[in-house]
């Protein structure tokens, strides 16, 4: 698992928000699966009856890797779907 993809992966879990991002990184979805299993194995997930958030440890991982990896450049963010 790299820094980018766990950086996307608790994006996307903390927004509650779709993979497609991780698609267009290049990852299949075995490694998407794979990534997820590793961030369950890790703690950095709490799962509730109707929702998976980011526990303590993930939010700060999440708000370390954000300073790297956060785009603030439109043109960067802004992606259209295949």
């Known amino acids: 698992m790299n820094d980018k993809h766990l950086y ?8 509650n928000t779709n993979i497609n991002e991780l ?5 299949e979805l075995f490694e998407i699966t794979n990534l997820l299993k590793q961030i369950i194995e890790l703690n ?5 009856e109707s929702e998976l958030i980011l526990s ?4 700060k991982s999440f708000t370390i890797l954000e300073t790297q990896y956060k785009k603030t450049n439109k043109s960067e963010w802004i992606r259209p779907d295949d």
Do not use: C, D, Q, S
Not at 8 to 14: G, P, R, S, Y
């Open 56 to 59: 303590e440890t993930g939010y």
């Open 23 to 27: 698609v267009h990184e290049g990852l």
């Open 8 to 15: 996307l992966a608790l994006l996307k879990i903390k927004n």
């Open 44 to 48: 950095y997930l709490i799962e509730t």
